[in-house]
């Protein structure tokens, strides 16, 4: 028994010394283990290690090269067609802008010559201020009419003194001057020796026509105000001119009751037209072979159809009416002794609205008579007129309030 006991006492502590001597063993590795540490350090920050570093950091900023270059191509490519799709828009929005205004610009034309194009631009007009308005001197007597350049550069006057004068409307300077001629020496120059009291210009600028006192009709060229023809034929006061629209043929409306129509190009007398029954007191056209007058105290407005050989005749006027003017092929609008204004359309014989007393009335309480109307004016295809009367006053849209019932005519039928 003491024996087992004691080789059982004597196995355990040999385990225990083996154990203890296992723990030296591992104690000692682990201090040759630090004990080489150092060593191991000292490797791996070698030569070696640091060309291997190198090296991957050279291989790692190739990868870095060869991945911008790539999103570099990638982005000229976006771009290039970035680029190709605004110019490919660009083009597509021009096209479509010329498409528009061309098809715009055929649109107005074809509402032009049916007589429906409208502008309403009324509002957007200011009355002209006083210090821009210039005085310009140089007749002798009244000046009777007026007439205005296509490109808006001159301005040619006639007066009473038989005079003409070209003017230049940016610097207010006379460019020329044809003076009148004494009456009784016609075949010794010609010029005018009777009151002018009617002037047109063709619409490309090249002619300028004017009528006097004397029966007269002068052509002359509008540049170089030279003398280019004389018409005769009119039996008394030329009191009316317009040329055609877009061509050279040329109204002339008389106080012989008459109108008569002339193709300036070839100087010929074409045909009269008769039918007023007093005085023709104003003429207008436009595009269409027609033109419009006012018979004065027969108190008509009549269509002229050149081609038809037809006129329409309007009554509204209670008085002799003095004035008329188109505003397009469709609608006018004219004005009378007896301070009214009336608008009208081709498709009525009557008005379609009158504005008494348009400008007023003048005189002592009792013997009160209204300002008579001298002249109209109305800008082509819009909704501005305007007019002048004996009160020496000019109305426009924004100016009386009687007026804006025209203008809200115009509106409704222009």
């Known amino acids: 028994m003491a024996v087992e006991s004691g080789s059982f006492f004597i196995r355990r502590k040999k ?4 154990r203890g001597k296992k723990r030296k063993a591992e104690d000692g590795k682990d201090k040759v283990r630090k004990k080489f540490a150092p060593k191991l350090n000292e490797e791996i920050s070698s030569d070696s290690e640091t060309e291997s570093a190198a090296h991957k950091k050279k291989v790692a900023e190739t990868l870095e090269i060869e991945e911008t270059a ?16 605004e110019e490919e828009q660009e083009k597509a929005e021009e096209e479509q802008f010329e498409n528009d205004l061309i098809g715009g610009r055929l649109e107005e034309d074809v509402l032009e010559q049916k007589g429906k194009l409208k ?3 009324a509002k957007d007009y200011l009355p002209p201020d006083v210090s821009e308005i210039r005085l310009l001197r140089g007749h002798q007597l009244a000046i009777t009419c007026l007439v205005l350049s296509p490109d808006d550069k001159h301005v040619f006057s006639a007066s009473k003194d038989c005079s ?11 460019v020329h001057t044809i003076r009148g001629g004494h009456k009784g020496k016609e075949d010794q120059h010609v010029r005018h020796t009777m009151h002018i009291l009617s002037m047109a210009i063709s619409s490309d600028g090249k002619y300028l ?15 170089t105000c030279q003398h ?10 030329v009191s009316g001119l317009s040329f055609r629209k877009g061509t050279h043929q040329l ?3 008389s106080h012989d009751r008459s109108v008569k129509v002339w193709n300036v190009d070839q100087n010929a007398y074409v045909e009269t037209l008769f039918g007023h029954q007093d005085a023709i007191t104003g003429l207008d056209s436009l595009s269409r072979e027609r033109c419009v007058t006012s018979g004065g105290r027969d108190r008509t407005v009549r269509i002229w159809k050149i081609a038809e050989e037809a006129q329409l005749v309007f009554h509204g006027h209670e008085s002799s009416i003095d004035c008329i003017q188109l505003i397009n092929e469709e609608n006018m609008v004219s004005g009378a002794d007896d301070g009214s204004l009336a608008l009208w359309t081709v498709t009525k014989k009557k008005p379609l609205v009158t504005v008494k007393a348009a400008h007023g009335i003048q005189g002592d309480p009792g013997i009160e008579q209204p300002n008579w109307i001298t002249s109209v004016a109305a800008l082509l295809n819009s909704d501005l007129i305007a007019s002048g009367a004996s009160s020496c006053e000019i109305y426009f849209n924004f100016l009386g309030p009687l007026y804006l019932l025209l203008l809200q005519a115009v509106r409704q039928f222009v």
Do not use: C, M, P
């Open 15 to 18: 385990t225990s010394e083996a």
């Open 70 to 85: 790539q999103e570099k191509k990638l982005r000229l490519a976006k771009l290039y067609l970035e680029q190709l799709r």
């Open 119 to 121: 502008r309403l631009v």
């Open 164 to 174: 003409i004068i070209k003017w230049d409307i940016a610097s207010g300077k006379k």
């Open 209 to 223: 026509a004017t009528g006097d006192r004397n029966k007269l009709i002068l052509i002359w060229d509008a540049a």
């Open 228 to 237: 280019l023809h004389t018409f005769k034929g009119h039996k008394d006061v």
């Open 251 to 253: 109204y002339s409306a």
